[in-house]
Structure formats: structure tokens, C-alpha cells
């Protein structure tokens, strides 16, 4: 039986890395190596999930966005009070 988990657990390491190196040092300033490193995967983990860097930022970003509960922000204003 094949199993999934390894690679939602290196994408999820992926972006939560990389939002927390962003949200510190900005996008220019963090290197897909530093990523990597935090992340505890191997380098080319970041090509191959994201297709790189770019790749790598907009999921950060659509994460982020969506407040990883699959509501996106309007949604989530909206459902407010």
C-alpha cells in the first residue's frame, strides 16, 4: 500500500519554514537552502514540491492567506460578528 504522508509532511514543513523566514527576514533575503535547512528536508525537496522558490512563496502566501483552515480571509471576515 502506498502512503502519502511523507510528502504532505515535507510540504507542510516546506511552507511552514519558509512563512516563518519570510515573515522575519523577507522573501529577497531567505535562500531556498535556509528553507531547506529549517525545514529539515532536502534541498531539492523545495523543486520538486514548488518548482522553486516563486513557487514555494505563493504557497506560502495562499496558506497564509486561507489561515490553513481552507477558509480564505473575505470568507472569514464574512462569517464574523
Same mark, same amino acid.
Given at each position: 500500500?502506498?502512503?502519502?504522508?511523507?510528502?504532505?509532511?515535507?510540504?507542510?514543513?516546506?511552507?511552514?519554514?519558509?512563512?516563518?523566514?519570510?515573515?522575519?527576514?523577507?522573501?529577497?533575503?531567505?535562500?531556498?537552502?535556509?528553507?531547506?535547512?529549517?525545514? #529539515?528536508?532536502?534541498?531539492?525537496?523545495?523543486?520538486?514540491?514548488?518548482?522553486?522558490?516563486?513557487?514555494?512563496? #505563493?504557497?506560502?502566501?495562499?496558506?497564509?492567506?486561507?489561515?490553513?483552515?481552507?477558509?480564505?480571509?473575505?470568507?472569514?471576515? #464574512?462569517?464574523?460578528?
Amino acid at each position: 500500500m502506498t502512503t502519502y504522508t511523507p510528502t504532505l509532511q515535507t510540504r507542510a514543513a516546506l511552507i511552514g519554514a519558509a512563512g516563518e523566514l519570510f515573515a522575519t527576514y523577507g522573501f529577497d533575503a531567505v535562500t531556498t537552502r535556509a528553507i531547506a535547512q529549517k525545514a #529539515e528536508v532536502n534541498l531539492g525537496a523545495i523543486h520538486y514540491h514548488f518548482k522553486g522558490k516563486n513557487g514555494l512563496i #505563493e504557497a506560502a502566501v495562499h496558506f497564509a492567506a486561507n489561515l490553513g483552515w481552507g477558509e480564505t480571509l473575505d470568507e472569514l471576515i #464574512e462569517s464574523r460578528p
